[in-house]
């Protein structure tokens, strides 16, 4: 059977090859670990323990456990997830990227131990298109049902639009309660094309919605509850850092998030679309899909109104 083989340039221009037999350590320290099952990632934004490679059979999958982030084929990682690993697959963190290739035997360097200095956790400023979509009446919900039922609601819910957010590109950021938001980070501008993936992954949430609804209809007690949910999608410059020690506490502040959560609030509720759209997305994304603008609202919280348009 063929062996998986990582392969990268280190931070002295040489080519490195690992096979995975069953974990790979990847980070600065990799503290413990012997040399032919860790890569070291010479740069001050990997953490010392930054990912794990592991193998089972011929499953091959990674787990994120930095500060910084892991990418997969580009895309981010959510904080803290495990996704499967497949042959050509290349895995960047920071500068250095890593790519999964298949082979019967490999060359393997050996990797000198070095003690390094603290990860480097810098705050820092991207572009991203935001996406929120908010359970609505859940706080009626509750009141009606039992809290398995309620688990089972949210977890059908969470899976569903987990993997709709996967498989457009964008990396799931978190469960906020009864809200699903995830974020697609733009490279070095506004990327129409991250847009569009947005707006077709929370298209695809509300068609899939309608099966979640016939999962809810099975339990009596919400035979005349009607699901409904709003989506916001925003695009803008937002601060991303960590708050807390923990990797899986990621966060991303700024004004465009905020209005994507203010959005999904509103939609279906005060302004009668499920889709809403702030001025910056509608104008990336109106020669891609078919936009209307629904009218200036004030959003709580912020002075004046702003433009919402809504996703046709």
Not at 40 to 62: C, F, N, Q, W
Request: charged share 20%; hydrophobic share 40%; net charge positive.
């Amino acid at each position: 059977m063929d062996i998986p083989v990582l392969t990268w340039i280190d931070q002295s221009g040489h080519l490195r090859k690992v096979q995975v037999y069953d974990r790979v350590f990847i980070g600065r320290c990799c503290k413990g670990v012997e040399s032919s099952k860790q890569i070291l990632v010479k740069e001050p934004h990997a953490s010392r323990d930054h990912a794990v490679i592991t193998r089972a059979g011929s499953i091959v999958t990674i787990t994120d456990s930095s500060r910084n982030g892991t990418y997969l084929n580009g895309i981010r990682m959510a904080a803290g997830s495990t996704l499967p690993l497949k042959p050509q697959d290349i895995v960047r963190i920071g500068e250095t990227e890593i790519q999964m290739v298949l082979s019967s035997a490999a060359t393997l360097h050996g990797i000198s131990h070095e003690e390094a200095e603290a990860t480097f956790i810098a705050p820092s400023k991207i572009y991203v298109t935001n996406l929120v979509a908010d359970v609505r009446g859940f706080t009626g919900m509750t009141e009606m049902m039992d809290s398995q039922v309620i688990t089972h609601l949210l977890r059908n819910v969470f899976k569903k639009f987990g993997d709709i957010i996967q498989s457009h590109s964008g990396t799931l950021s978190d469960f906020a309660g009864d809200a699903v938001y995830a974020f697609w980070e733009h490279s070095l501008g506004p990327d129409p094309q991250k847009v569009l993936l947005a707006c077709q992954a929370a298209r695809r949430q509300e068609q899939v919605l309608n099966t979640i609804r016939g999962d809810v209809e099975r339990y009596p007690e919400l035979r005349n509850v009607k699901l409904k949910l709003g989506w916001g999608i925003t695009t803008g410059k937002v601060t991303m850092s960590h708050y807390t020690e923990r990797s899986s506490d990621l966060a991303l502040v700024g004004d465009a998030t905020n209005i994507a959560f203010r959005l999904s609030c509103m939609a279906n509720k005060e302004v009668p679309s499920s889709i809403l759209l702030c001025s910056n997305t509608a104008k990336l994304i109106q020669h891609n899909l078919p936009v209307k603008l629904l009218g200036a609202f004030p959003i709580r919280g912020r002075k004046g109104v702003e433009d919402v348009y809504g996703l046709l």
